[in-house]
């Protein structure tokens, strides 16, 4: 599965957001029942506003889905999936701000994940709003 991981590595998810791991899971996230989130892809703000169906083989989020609003530059977000190590409460962060996966994973006791995938969006021009 290292093929899988070449546009993490490529995107810089892994190393700035996630250690290296082996993908051992399937995950497929898609907006508006037709978007569907390869790694690497770009989507404006307004066609992610919506929560994503996020497919995985079992599970539950834990983290709420938050909408982009990138005020200025490219940002790039991240969907990743932890297996558990066993049956335990997973707390939930009280902020967004300076949010570090890894230390999410430390204080969770989750290891490394089993699947990740991102995209990247940019702040859309007023006209493209209309």
Same mark, same amino acid.
């Given at each position: ?55 995985? /083989?079992?599970? =539950?989020? @834990? #983290?709420?889905?938050?909408?982009? !609003? ?5 940002? %790039? *977000? ?5 297996? /558990?190590?066993? =049956?335990? @409460? #997973?707390?939930?962060?009280?902020? !967004? ?5 890894? %230390? *999410? ?11 990740? #995938?991102?995209?990247?969006?940019? !702040? ?5 709003? %209309?």
């Amino acid at each position: 599965m290292a093929r899988a991981l070449e546009p993490l590595i490529v995107g810089r998810v892994i190393g700035e957001v996630l250690d290296s791991f082996n993908p051992s899971a399937k995950m497929a996230v898609t907006y508006n029942l037709n978007k569907l989130v390869c790694n690497g892809h770009e989507f404006y703000p307004s066609a992610v506003t919506s929560k994503p169906r996020v497919e995985v /083989q079992g599970g =539950r989020e @834990v #983290v709420s889905y938050e909408s982009p !609003r990138p005020s200025i530059g490219i940002h %790039r *977000f991240v969907f990743v999936l932890f297996k /558990q190590k066993r =049956r335990q @409460v #997973v707390t939930q962060p009280a902020s !967004r701000d300076n949010f570090s996966t890894r %230390r *999410f994973a430390e204080e969770n006791d989750l290891g490394l994940p089993v699947a990740a #995938v991102y995209f990247n969006a940019q !702040r859309e021009t007023a006209a493209r709003r %209309r």
